[in-house]
């Protein structure tokens, strides 16, 4: 029996997920290198990260995430995030 169902908003397939065990689940899309955080809690994504910029579209082949980084392959790169430092102000 289902319990809880979250929905991808762009309803692209999703490559890979991870949880951190407690709350959180981490989701990579099939286009655009895009990463949402979801809340085991609640039913919309709480944030994502669009990671490719390049007009090849590329998935998220594989993830792996905690409280103070996000690490993310796709075809042509490997990204990291870290959730410890706020972004710099773009202008």
């Not at 959180?24 to 609640?42: F, L, T």
């Not at 490719?52 to 998220?60: M, N």
């Amino acid at each position: 029996k289902c319990v809880m169902e979250w929905e991808e908003p762009h309803d692209s397939a999703l490559y890979c997920i991870q949880t951190d065990g407690n709350h959180m689940i981490a989701s990579g899309s099939s286009y655009y290198g895009v990463v949402r955080i979801w809340d085991k809690r609640q039913t919309k994504c709480l944030q994502f990260f669009q990671l490719s910029s390049d007009s090849v579209s590329s998935p998220v082949y594989c993830l792996r995430f905690s409280s103070s980084h996000l690490y993310a392959a796709l075809a042509t790169a490997l990204h990291s995030l870290d959730f410890r430092h706020p972004p710099a102000n773009i202008r």
